[in-house]
């Protein structure tokens, strides 16, 4: 998907900036060119300081996603997919397994939820980054209470994982 949203943007390093935010979010494209993340509208201008631009780019980027079939198909339907727990593990007493493996590799999530799964643990949250979006993409795995050494261990000898950073 995201080598046609580069080739829709060809040549247009900001606009593809843009687009590459807005699916980072999940910001969606209504029929009209606002900006929406779930029903919440977002100003054309927020954007574009998150992303470093002029509001007109973010504008624009919106109507050319708007007037492509194949851009609208994708960005008039995406959705957020919620807020990450990552960042507040520490106060709900939870720990985040960043695994670091192939992320084109098939059976990396359930290699990684079965070794948890036989050491009784739960996992609360799994986000993997979309390779073609984010070059170092990881999976993350954020799991009740604390994890031994031995599952680190047991998920490192996942044949596709390069490794496992346990995170409190």
């Given at each position: 998907?995201?080598?046609?949203?580069?080739?829709?943007?060809?040549?247009?390093?900001v606009?593809?900036?843009?687009?590459?935010?807005?699916?980072?979010?999940g910001?969606r494209?209504?029929?009209?060119?606002?900006?929406?993340?779930?029903?919440?509208?977002?100003?054309?201008?927020?954007?574009?300081?998150?992303?470093?631009?002029?509001?007109?780019?973010?504008?624009?980027?919106?109507?050319?996603?708007?007037?492509?079939?194949?851009?609208?198909?994708?960005?008039?339907?995406?959705?957020?997919?919620?807020?990450?727990?990552?960042?507040?593990?520490?106060?709900?007493?939870?720990?985040?397994l960043?695994?670091e493996?192939?992320?084109?590799a098939?059976?990396?999530?359930?290699?990684?939820?079965?070794?948890?799964?036989?050491?009784?643990?739960?996992?609360?949250?799994?986000?993997?980054?979309?390779p073609?979006?984010i070059p170092?993409?990881?999976?993350?795995?954020?799991?009740?209470?604390?994890?031994?050494?031995?599952?680190?261990?047991?998920?490192?000898?996942?044949?596709?994982?390069?490794?496992?950073?346990?995170?409190?």
């Open positions: 998907m995201w080598s046609r949203v580069s080739e829709q943007f060809a040549g247009q390093k606009r593809l900036e843009v687009a590459r935010k807005m699916l980072e979010y910001i494209v209504a029929t009209d060119g606002k900006l929406f993340i779930g029903g919440l509208e977002v100003d054309y201008s927020a954007l574009a300081r998150d992303v470093g631009a002029d509001r007109r780019v973010v504008k624009q980027t919106a109507r050319q996603i708007r007037e492509d079939d194949f851009l609208y198909s994708i960005f008039g339907r995406i959705m957020p997919v919620g807020a990450s727990l990552v960042p507040v593990i520490a106060r709900l007493g939870y720990s985040a960043v695994i493996a192939d992320p084109r098939a059976g990396v999530i359930s290699a990684a939820a079965a070794a948890l799964a036989r050491h009784k643990i739960v996992v609360r949250q799994a986000l993997a980054d979309d073609d979006m170092a993409a990881k999976l993350t795995l954020v799991v009740e209470g604390r994890v031994p050494g031995s599952v680190i261990e047991e998920l490192n000898r996942i044949d596709t994982v390069r490794s496992v950073t346990l995170m409190r």
